[in-house]
Structures are given as structure tokens and as C-alpha cells.
């Protein structure tokens, strides 16, 4: 019973940070035209370069490891790339197309049944997987939020939205507690499956979105992100 209250208060925490993040975005007022522009590339950037770490160092190196390095994971992560590509071609027939927050998601739920799984199997890593989940809903939050009002959706119901998708972290979090601990094999084709829809979606759509004419500051923020991703590994070895 402790173990499945710890694994909700950390999923619970980390989806927190989807709503904290886009309450900053809609606090965020910057009267110059070009450095609010400037700002929000870079946020972008930022968030693209943690999905693009948490993918690199996080989801697809211990999906490797959950499925023995089996060559079947090639062709996990080729379907969810292209699983991804005709849901998002879907959405975008149907015009409820959202990449940021389609990346959002698609990051948020794999790793929080990863974290629930990691912790039924007793390893140290929980809290510093939690944490990297939280660091990378921040960004990922912000410019859900922005994409989203930027269609005329309200900034109210788009909180509400942020708010409502929280509980799918303990949600998540406690199927893999309770059901995925010995499941390595299922554990590693859903990570690897979110991995492939995860870079589906930031050289489609994410990336496309940073470059500003004349600044070129921007792109450093997917750098810093990867970097953040990367700190986590580092931090691990201690």
C-alpha cells in the first residue's frame, strides 16, 4: 500500500507541471512583439530537445533493456512512427490537429506507466525518473498552451483541459505498478512505440516551429533541453 501511495504522489506531481506550465504561459506578457516571438521559439526548443533526450537516453535505451535488445524493437519503434503519422494525418483532416500537445501526452503516459513499473520492481531511479517527468511537462505545458489558444480556443477551458489530464499520470502510474513489474517485454514495445511517435512529431511538427529569420538563439534551447535529459543519467550513476 505504501508503494502504490508513493507512485501516485509522484505521477500525481510530475502532471502537475502540465497545468503549472501553461498558467505561466498564460501569465506571460512581453510588450516587445520580437522577444515574446523570440521567447516562445526558444520554449519550444527547450521542450523539443527533453522529448528528443527523453527519448535518446531515457525511453529507448531501457526499452532495449526490457526486451533484451530484441531486434523486433526496430520495428516497435518504425510502427509508432508511423501509428502516429495516420493519427495525426486523422486530426488534421478532422482539423483538431496539436502536436505540442499530442508530444505532450505521448511522453506523460509511457513514462508514467514506466515509473509505475520501476517502482514495483524496487529499483532506485523512481524519484529522479519523477522529477525528469515534471521537468519536461513544464515546457511541454507551455506551449501546449500556447498552440492551443492560438486556435481561439479559451485560455480557461484550455487550463481546465491541462488540469483534467493530470490524473492520468496515477492513472497510468498505477496500472504499471500493479501490472507491468514483471511485463518487461510489454513495457519496453509501449515505450518503444511512444519513442517512434515521439520523433515522428518533432521533425514533423516541433522543430519546424523554432527557427525565427535573424535569431538564431532559439535552436540553443534544444540543446539545453537535451542536456537536462542527459543530467538525469548522470545524476543516476551517483
Avoid at 171 to 189: I, K, N, P, R
Avoid at 196 to 203: E, K, P, S, V, W
Wanted: net charge neutral.
Amino acid at each position: 500500500m505504501h508503494g502504490i501511495l508513493n507512485i501516485i504522489l509522484l505521477t500525481a506531481a510530475a502532471g502537475a507541471c502540465i497545468p503549472i506550465g501553461g498558467l505561466i504561459a498564460s501569465q506571460t506578457r512581453i510588450q516587445r512583439h520580437w522577444l515574446d516571438e523570440e521567447f516562445r521559439h526558444s520554449i519550444i526548443a527547450l521542450g523539443a530537445g527533453i522529448l528528443l533526450g527523453a527519448v535518446a537516453i531515457v525511453l529507448v535505451p531501457d526499452a532495449l533493456e526490457h526486451m533484451h535488445h530484441s531486434p523486433w524493437a526496430i520495428g516497435l519503434l518504425l510502427s509508432g512512427g508511423v501509428i502516429f503519422y495516420w493519427l495525426e494525418k486523422y486530426l488534421d483532416l478532422h482539423r483538431h490537429s496539436a502536436p505540442q500537445l499530442t508530444g505532450m501526452l505521448l511522453d506523460y503516459v509511457p513514462e508514467s506507466l514506466a515509473l509505475g513499473g520501476i517502482a514495483a520492481s524496487g529499483a532506485d531511479s523512481t524519484l529522479l525518473l519523477a522529477v525528469l517527468i515534471g521537468l519536461q511537462n513544464l515546457p511541454e505545458g507551455f506551449n501546449a498552451f500556447k498552440e492551443l489558444t492560438d486556435t481561439g480556443k479559451s485560455p480557461k477551458k484550455v487550463l481546465l483541459l491541462m488540469f483534467a489530464l493530470v490524473p492520468l499520470g496515477p492513472l497510468f502510474g498505477f496500472a504499471g505498478y500493479s501490472t507491468l513489474g514483471d511485463q518487461h517485454g510489454v513495457l519496453g514495445g509501449i515505450m518503444l512505440l511512444a519513442s517512434g511517435g515521439i520523433l515522428y512529431l518533432i521533425f514533423q511538427d516541433i522543430a519546424p516551429q523554432i527557427p525565427i529569420r535573424k535569431h538564431r538563439r532559439p535552436a540553443l534551447g534544444a540543446v539545453i533541453g537535451f542536456a537536462i535529459a542527459m543530467l538525469g543519467t548522470v545524476l543516476s550513476q551517483y
